[in-house]
């Protein structure tokens, strides 16, 4: 399946599964700009999660902002929502405008190099909803994301995401596909994560 290219964006699954790719959703200098605060002004911890039974520390470092009162469990634990930053909020609004979708929470991934990683997942949570719309934002180093056909765990489709784009994933994607953000073996620079997503309380 050749992703198909419409304009400004990639169409990366289609129809009951969405997924929508911004390749230059911020320009090179805003990118730039996102990262080093990113990268310094935010409380990044290692955090412990269940896997199988076992307590596991992630291989990334997260946060979690969202409005008063959001948390966020996965993989066992429980996220409190820090209060918006200014910038947070400014780059929430201008992705809410492109999804046509509201948002009330954020979860933060940072990647410190090519080893850390995030495995096979859906974002299936409950309070995401039946058929959640989750925008997620890079800066920094160009990774593969790729999704799978969650039954078969066939075809494999990659995505390089790459500093300041945008993947918009909704529809029935949460149900029919995987995805994941496989560690490399050349070990290259950080990348920051934001994942957009609107918890139900
Ligand atoms: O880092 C990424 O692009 C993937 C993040 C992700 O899948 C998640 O936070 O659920
Ligand atoms: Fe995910």
Redesign the pocket.
């Known amino acids: 399946m050749e992703p198909f290219v419409y304009g400004e964006h990639v169409n990366v699954l289609s129809h009951p599964s969405e997924v929508l790719f911004f390749p230059d959703f911020f320009p090179a200098e805003k990118s730039d700009a996102y990262l080093e605060y990113l990268k310094n002004e935010i409380p990044w911890k290692q955090e412990p999660i269940k896997m199988f039974g076992k307590t596991v520390m992630q291989p990334r470092l997260t946060a979690f902002f969202g409005d008063p009162g959001v948390n966020y469990s996965y993989s066992g634990i429980t996220m409190q929502s820090s209060p918006w930053t200014a910038l947070l909020k400014q780059i929430r609004e201008k992705v809410a405008e492109k999804c046509e979708a509201p948002f009330n929470a954020c979860?933060l991934?940072y990647y410190r190099d090519g080893k850390d990683s995030?495995g096979w997942?859906r974002?299936n949570e409950r309070e995401l909803g039946r058929n959640p719309t989750i925008a997620?934002l890079?800066f920094g180093a160009q990774r593969i994301?790729q999704f799978r056909n969650y039954k078969e765990k066939l075809p494999v489709i990659s995505v390089e995401?790459e500093h300041g784009s945008l993947l918009l994933m909704k529809g029935e994607t949460q149900h029919l596909w995987e995805?994941q953000?496989p560690k490399l073996l050349k070990s290259n620079g950080p990348r920051v994560?934001l994942?957009f997503r609107y918890v139900h309380l």
Do not use: A, I, P, R
């Open positions: 979860l991934n995030m997942h974002d997620s890079s994301f995401l995805h953000l994560n994942t």
